[in-house]
């Protein structure tokens, strides 16, 4: 298939039974490969790991430690339908091309706005009903895109229950900051402080609602925290510690990875649709290249030693996705459908069906799982259990589908267990001696390109966790640098990399990414950090497709004397 040619799965006119026999069930594929019988033959649900505190908040645990074994399963947390007010395509369209691209779970994340609050989100939750009972291999979550008051966006979702569209819609109303007009972020602003004030107090109500057992579970992630550079650092640790069991992490990869295909939006495009500049209510202290995606990836990621690593070297796990945030899809040819006369989005929450034309229309979305996916850990299947792995951190991503499959395990020298993986904490003594279990899939098949994807190389990141920042705007951490890199070019299919590890003085964290190679250079804080780490493409020359990555999540590691 081109990507000038329109998918039959995006027809709603193609017959279901013709979607089954072309798509590709990642479940099945799993269950034929054992993994959900051993998994899911625990018959619990997924286990979180412990509160992620520095190792010397809790001297009565004992050293070690052991995660369940896992499958996993890839998902897309930001996905806009025609009860988005800028959106394009109905459920049907979604949910098979979604199912095309091997998509286990999705969150319909529409963008808040009173037509959505009034009306939208009551007729959208009918059609997840509609959408789960016709697609049943698949997890569909409703969710909302918040305005956060005083920032950018977060995907807010619930677990699937009577109360689901309710506490959205609660919230929503309460504490979206586009609703409420609570927008202003900018330092010398007078409704900046009561701005930010407002976005904790959403956070700790979602944690609310929890708690008493309103909704079963509730999470939250910031998703592109540097398109607008509007999230301050301080905004987002106010953000986690307020509540750091809802509010769980940020995007760290943004859809739109179609905006930097040459010729296509232009000489200025960029991935991700990065083409701001800082404005009035931008955080001052971030530099202004970092307003461009590295790698296909959020400069806040990206950036070893940056912004993600300052979070985690305070020893406090902050998750990272990826997804595409689909609107637009590139090369597609559907326009959105005509309003009857006198009608607006405010009168109806939902756009008219979209209409087929002969011709590509404007564009930098790719369909879910198309290009960006999110796998997610679980030990068994369903909606909580995929929230569980997601607060666990059990997480690994991956652009282009350069992977089939990663596996991470950390143990201590001697032990016969599994250890502990993404997400995950292991307790030693210091000096003892560890082992860092990478497991790589290579890829199988060619890509949704056409492209049969190949790994280049793995960098293990390490940092120091020093606890708590006095700077609660600090965005460096200086002790996290590329500690270890393997060149795997030619490898194929499954083999497990094997790094020596020594537990020093101070606990750290380890974390992972690779890439196909084709487009690295010095990274953003120098040679001696990261001497071979992601670059920027050139404005209107970002082939997403020749630039491909996968991260993964960290391992802490807590060192007790």
């Known amino acids: 298939m081109t990507e000038q040619q329109l998918p039959a799965w995006a027809d709603p006119s193609v017959p279901p039974a013709e979607l089954d026999a072309q798509g590709v069930s990642r479940r099945g594929i799993l269950r034929g490969a054992g993994l959900f019988g051993a998994a899911f033959a625990l018959g619990g649900a997924a286990t979180a790991p412990a509160a992620a505190a520095p190792a010397a908040a809790s001297p009565g645990r004992a050293v070690g430690g052991e995660d369940p074994q896992l499958a996993y399963l890839v998902g897309d947390h930001h996905v806009h339908s025609v009860y988005s007010h800028d959106a394009k395509y109905t459920f049907s369209q979604l949910a098979a091309a979604a199912a095309r691209y091997g998509l286990d779970w999705m969150v319909f994340n529409e963008h808040s706005n009173f037509g959505h609050a009034r009306y939208g989100a009551k007729a959208e939750h009918q059609e997840i009903l509609k959408a789960r009972a016709e697609n049943p291999r698949q997890l569909i979550f409703q969710g909302l895109e918040w305005y956060i008051p005083a920032a950018e966006h977060c995907t807010v979702f619930a677990a699937p229950g009577p109360h689901e569209v309710d506490v959205l819609t609660q919230f929503e109303l309460a504490y979206d900051g586009k609703l409420l007009k609570y927008t202003e972020g900018a330092p010398d602003n007078p409704n900046t402080a009561r701005n930010e004030a407002h976005a904790v107090k959403g956070i700790k109500w979602l944690a609310e609602q929890r708690r008493t057992g309103y909704v079963d579970d509730v999470l939250v992630l910031a998703n592109h ?114 309003w009857p006369p006198g009608t607006t989005f405010d009168d109806t929450g939902r756009l008219p069906d979209p209409v087929n034309t002969d011709s590509p229309q404007p564009g930098g979305d790719f369909w879910p799982g198309q290009f960006s996916r999110t796998h997610v850990g679980v030990t068994r299947y369903g909606y909580r259990s995929v929230m569980t792995g997601l607060r666990a951190g059990r997480v690994w991503l991956d652009h282009g589908h350069l992977l089939d499959g990663l596996e991470v395990r950390l143990t201590r020298e001697g032990d016969r267990g599994r250890g502990v993986t993404l997400g995950g904490r292991l307790r030693v003594r210091r000096g003892e001696k560890l082992t860092l279990h990478i497991t790589v899939t290579t890829a199988s098949r060619p890509n949704p390109h056409g492209i049969l994807p190949r790994l280049a190389h793995v960098d293990m990141i390490r940092g120091a966790v ?37 537990a020093g003085e101070e606990s750290f964290y380890v974390r992972l990414r690779g890439s196909d190679g084709k487009r690295n250079g010095t990274g953003y804080l120098g040679a001696s950090v990261d001497p071979h780490g992601p670059i920027p493409h050139p404005p209107g020359d970002g082939d997403p497709w020749q630039d491909t990555w996968f991260y993964s999540n960290p391992v802490f590691v807590d060192v007790v004397r």
């Open 225 to 338: 925290p540097m398109r607008l550079g509007i999230d301050s650092p301080h905004e987002m640790r106010n953000w986690r510690d307020a509540a750091p069991e809802i509010m769980i992490g940020m995007e760290g990869a943004p859809g739109a990875q179609g905006g930097g295909i040459p010729g296509w939006e232009g000489p200025d495009s960029q991935r991700g649709e990065y083409t701001n500049k800082p404005s009035v209510d931008s955080w001052a202290g971030y530099p202004r290249n970092a307003y461009v995606l590295y790698g296909g990836f959020d400069w806040m990621t990206a950036t070893v030693g940056g912004m993600w690593d300052a979070m985690l070297a305070e020893g406090k796990l902050f998750t990272v996705t990826t997804n595409s945030d689909v609107h637009r899809v590139v090369f597609d040819t559907w326009k959105n459908g005509d």
């Open 466 to 502: 020093r606890g708590p920042v006095a700077d609660r705007d600090d965005w460096r951490a200086p002790d996290s640098r590329v500690a270890w890199s393997r060149d795997v070019s030619g490898r194929k299919g499954t083999y497990t990399l094997r790094v020596p590890l020594t």
